[in-house]
């Protein structure tokens, strides 16, 4: 089992920039976070794998940036130029192989 630490996130005015942290327990082949805004579903914000491909969002792209150091199992999410629809709880999560393992959560709040 994988047990996982987020870090960062907090509030900025819209422009402004948060980092996310997520360490994770042991090596893991997908990393990333979701996110969830009141009222909505959960969504895919980005991701990255072990061997450094990414996946992002359409409406992250170019704003933010995910990346990985694999020898501390940790994985983080820069984010810049926040939005205010921005605003969400952000989970990250780890998949080894099949199982996915879930952080906390994160608020992030960007007020315009």
């Known amino acids: 089992q994988v047990q996982l630490v987020e870090s960062g996130g907090g509030s900025v005015q819209a422009g402004g920039s948060l980092r996310l942290s997520c360490a994770a327990s042991?090596?893991?082949?997908?990393m990333g976070w979701y996110r969830q805004a009141p009222g909505k579903q959960r969504e895919l914000v980005a991701t990255?794998?072990?061997?450094?491909?990414?996946n992002y969002e359409d409406s992250v792209k170019g704003r933010f940036t995910i990346s990985r150091d694999n020898a501390k199992n940790t994985a983080y999410l820069q984010m810049n130029s926040l939005k205010p629809e921005d605003t969400a709880v952000y989970y990250c999560?780890?998949?080894?192989?099949?199982?996915?393992?879930w952080g906390q959560g994160t608020q992030v709040t960007v007020s315009s």
């Open positions: 990255m794998t072990s061997g450094g491909s990414t």
């Open positions: 999560f780890a998949r080894p192989l099949v199982s996915t393992y």
């Open positions: 042991g090596s893991t082949f997908v």
